[in-house]
């Protein structure tokens, strides 16, 4: 680029060892007609692989075979992000994100961009994605904090998530096991284990028999199968924490009925489909 074109009076122009063109010299019609084939290649490539080849102002978004790893970590992420923002029924005003293990050796950034996609696409829906999610928090003034900690107590990679807004808190524990996929492994102070299924109901109760058998009841006389169902609590006959995953959505109808349950202090449903 000369600072005035056409360069008529640079020396550079007489010189027989240089080719000059002017500023757009590489917008020939074979260029064009490559780009156009370039563009269309790499949108074919997006949807059916999700890969972005060559994407602007964001991390690395082309997956092969050798990612299958990162790509558990990253459908975690979103799971993640998805169940905490629902659980904590209000738009965050601080999130904590700690990555912990074998994962803190690799860049954690589209890990972090993961979980606050599926943050925001619960409002958002499609018009978040990996690019603009770290942005779109920051203009909802949203502040997040990113911790690394190459040292895990229980599994090879951890990943905890916690949501703070005005008068609440929220905190969601994760990991990948080798063979049995995704796992939550707390919610809050309670230990937990269980695989995230599209439908799930999160209920706070008070440890005591019978409850768990009143809820299948409940449940079954709405026809609603349930797929598994996990328990934590943090002492005996003290605050418990059940998880039921179910085979279909759950109607305010058969939440209001399970909160005639005594002992029960909260129903939550959480939709991963959103």
């Given at each position: 680029v000369f600072e005035h074109e056409p360069a008529t009076d640079s020396p550079l122009t007489k010189h027989n060892k240089i080719v000059v063109t002017p500023h757009l010299g590489a917008s020939t019609v074979e260029a064009q007609e490559k780009v156009a084939v370039s563009v269309s290649n790499e949108i074919e490539e997006f949807f059916h692989t999700g890969n972005v080849r060559h994407a602007v102002n964001a991390p690395k978004l082309i997956f092969g075979e050798e990612d299958n790893e990162l790509q558990e970590y990253l459908n975690l992420c979103d799971m993640v992000g998805k169940v905490c923002?629902?659980?904590?029924?209000?738009?965050?005003?601080?999130?904590k994100i700690k990555f912990s293990g074998e994962l803190v050796k690799e860049d954690t950034n589209i890990l972090t961009r993961t979980i606050a996609k599926g943050i925001l696409s619960q409002d958002l829906a499609e018009r978040v994605n990996l690019v603009n999610a770290l942005f779109l928090l920051n203009e909802q003034n949203v502040v997040y904090n990113v911790e690394?900690?190459?040292?895990?107590r229980s599994f090879?990679?951890?990943?905890?998530?916690?949501?703070?807004?005005?008068?609440?808190?929220?905190?969601?524990?994760?990991?990948?096991?080798?063979?049995?996929?995704?796992?939550?492994?707390?919610i809050n102070d309670y230990p937990v284990d269980f695989k995230p299924e599209k439908y799930q109901l999160v209920i706070h109760h008070q440890d005591r028999p019978g409850i768990v058998g009143r809820t299948g009841q409940i449940l079954g006389e709405y026809d609603i199968n349930i797929a598994s169902m996990h328990l934590g609590r943090t002492t005996q006959g003290g605050n418990a924490m059940?998880?039921?995953?179910?085979?279909?959505?759950?109607?305010?109808?058969?939440?209001?009925a399970l909160h005639q349950i005594d002992g029960f202090e909260s129903i939550q449903f959480v939709d991963l489909n959103k």
């Open positions: 923002i629902q659980l904590l029924g209000k738009a965050p005003r601080e999130l690394k900690d190459a040292k895990s090879n990679n951890y990943i905890e998530l916690t949501m703070i807004n005005r008068d609440r808190k929220v905190t969601v524990g994760a990991t990948v096991l080798n063979g049995y996929g995704p796992r939550i492994v707390q059940m998880i039921i995953s179910v085979d279909m959505p759950v109607s305010d109808e058969v939440i209001a």
